[in-house]
């Protein structure tokens, strides 16, 4: 009896390690290709300058595909402000969130790698680290990145509820992403997602100023107070972006 208990258990403990296992490295692949996908779209080749077009098609394309692969297995989260917005919505518990953001840093460092090892030495530039744009204030950006990253979060929650009609939370989720570039872009260089930020940054070593200030995309490096525009509002909007979904379902909202 006691033998048949003790084959249970650790049937069951196999079934709960390969189901966790399954989703934290489906968020790993998914935030790397995203990276490797997004940030090579914006690389700026000397004869065919990226459009702000098509870097947000390319994000959009890449973010529908990674869903599509991705979220029946982990929730295709991709992004540490989704799953904080889903832990503060508990829709997802503490360890298993603090895992898919280990996941998704990882992820995002090896895409990052990977996109740079195959880059020419001359093409790699500032390779997609995040800044604030020249003629762009902290509290500018910081609005901005708020907007930007709220109607992302509202929109996976939205695209990813059982009670919606059915439809592909692939193809609205990519087109979040896409809004989001189209107008974020000139602002910040549209972040909305810190595992992406994180990866180029902790590539090229440039991690120190990634974490100094609140700023996102951009093409130049900034100085003095500008230089402290640089990724802190990403992180400050996934706090935020959790609240106010806590605070709109509390109120009866239903998206």
Known sequence: MESGRCSLAKMLVCRLWMTISKALFAEFLATALYVFFGVGSALRWPLALPSVLQIAITFNLATAVIVQITWKASGAHVNPAVTLAFLVGSQISLPRAVAYVA????????????????????????FGVNMVRSSASTGQAVAVELILTLQLVLCVFASTDSRQTTGSPAATIG???????????????CSMNPARSFGSAII?????????APGLPGDQVNTGKQAES??????????????????????????
């Open 103 to 126: 996941a998704q840093l990882a992820g995002a460092t090896a895409g990052a790698a990977l996109l740079y090892g195959v880059t020419p030495g001359d093409i790699r530039e500032n």
């Open 175 to 189: 087109a979040s992403v896409a809004v989001g570039h189209l107008i974020g872009f000139y602002f910040t260089g």
């Open 204 to 212: 090229v070593g440039k991690f120190e100023v990634h974490w100094k």
């Open 230 to 255: 640089q990724r802190r509002p990403v992180v400050l909007t996934a706090h935020e972006q959790g609240i106010c979904f806590c605070l709109l379902r509390s109120s009866g909202w239903d998206p």
